[in-house]
């Protein structure tokens, strides 16, 4: 029974485990891609979209949830003077974040 008990336990943490990392790669991609329309609306140059693109994934780790990548690109945002509201961000975030789960789904097929 003890047995019993501890494989079902087993699978429940490598469960966990595994729906803990797909979160962090739904949530990295979904901010990977805010990061590339933000680049956008900031007028950068393609050729520097991907490097802030990582500095909007980077800045997720600073805290639980999306509000530190929201602090990060509302400031940039508004240092570039670039016209997008907050309210369009947070759309913008929830969008992507459905790409992002979409994308990962058809990866691992």
């Known amino acids: 029974m ?3 008990f501890n494989q079902r336990e087993q ?16 949530n990295a ?3 990977k891609l805010l990061g590339l329309w933000v680049a956008e609306k900031l007028g950068l140059p393609e050729s520097e979209y991907d490097a802030y693109a990582k500095e909007v994934v980077i ?8 509000e530190d990548v929201i602090r990060k ?11 997008v ?11 992507m974040a459905a790409v ?8 691992n097929g």
């Open 85 to 95: 509201t907050e309210a369009e961000v947070r759309s913008k975030l929830e969008e």
């Open 59 to 66: 800045s997720d780790l600073d805290e639980p949830g999306p």
């Open 11 to 26: 699978g429940f943490e490598a469960k966990f485990k595994m729906d803990k990392e797909m979160d962090f790669k739904m």
């Open 2 to 4: 003890a047995d019993s």
């Open 29 to 31: 991609r979904r901010d």
């Open 73 to 83: 690109v509302m400031k940039d945002i508004a240092d570039k003077g670039a016209n």
């Open 100 to 107: 992002a789960q979409q994308q990962i789904a058809s990866e």
